[in-house]
T-cell receptor
Framework: GENVEQHPSTLSVQEGDSAVIKCTYS??????FPWYKQELGKGPQLIID?????GEKKDQRIAVTLNKTAKHFSLHITETQPEDSAVYFC????????????FGTGTRLQVTL | ETGVTQTPRHLVMGMTNKKSLKCEQH?????MYWYKQSAKKPLELMFV???????ENNSVPSRFSPECPNSSHLFLHLHTLQPEDSALYLC???????????FGPGTRLLVL
């Protein structure tokens, strides 16, 4: 089955700096890669996703890149703000009926003033 | 709010108790999921229901029993749990033919 590894497990950046979180996956048939943000006391919230037919996707301060050959994808957050502090999870799945997402172990991002 | 609600938000139970977790989605989806989230571990998929039929059961112990009476509601019935079952239990939903899943806030379960 699919295996997703995520690094780093914790990340501390100063406000205004950029943050990068990286994930690798094992199943070359995976073609859907979402990123979720989980704040304290809440469930994971989808923030951006990418499919294998594109190499990069951007939404304001958030971008995701995908390298299918190397089987890795990354989340980039620019101009970080304190409200970006949360746990971020990457995931991978194949498209299809009731897809089975395989999650990484999460990255705790702390944005300091 | 994501349109997925879960009750209760917190639950403390003894190992001999029977309790149920409830999930409701207001997004018009027809697939629903139960996940277990433990500290320092990836989210673990427990059960998947698509079009009200169970399509995935990830070797979950029989002390966890899911029920999906319709496409908007999902239950997880709990009995004779163990302390290691203490975790955050998350419900999610999606369209059955789409990949994007939307999560509820979770039920924090403590088994004493």
């Amino acid at each position: 089955g699919e295996n997703v590894e995520q690094h780093p497990s914790t990340l501390s950046v100063q406000e205004g700096d950029s943050a990068v979180i990286k994930c690798t996956y094992s199943d070359s048939a995976s073609n859907y890669f979402p990123w979720y943000k989980q704040e304290l006391g809440k469930g994971p919230q989808l923030i951006i996703d990418i499919r294998s037919n594109v190499g990069e996707k951007k939404d304001q301060r958030i971008a995701v890149t995908l390298n299918k050959t190397a089987k890795h994808f990354s989340l980039h957050i620019t101009e970080t703000q304190p409200e970006d502090s949360a746990v971020y999870f990457c995931a991978a799945s194949k498209t299809g009926t009731a897809s089975k997402l395989t999650f990484g172990t999460g990255t705790r991002l702390q944005v300091t003033l | 709010e994501t349109g997925v609600t879960q009750t209760p938000r917190h639950l403390v139970m003894g190992m001999t108790n029977k309790k149920s977790l409830k999930c409701e989605q207001h997004l018009g989806h027809n697939a629903m999921y139960w996940y277990k989230q433990s500290a320092k571990k990836p989210l673990e998929l427990m059960f998947v229901y698509s079009l009200e039929e169970r399509v995935e059961n990830n070797s979950v112990p029989s002390r966890f029993s899911p029920e999906c009476p319709n496409s908007s509601h999902l239950f997880l019935h709990l009995h004779t749990l163990q302390p290691e079952d203490s975790a955050l239990y998350l419900c999610a939903s999606s369209h059955a033919d789409q990949e994007t899943q939307y999560f509820g806030p979770g039920t924090r379960l403590l088994v004493l």
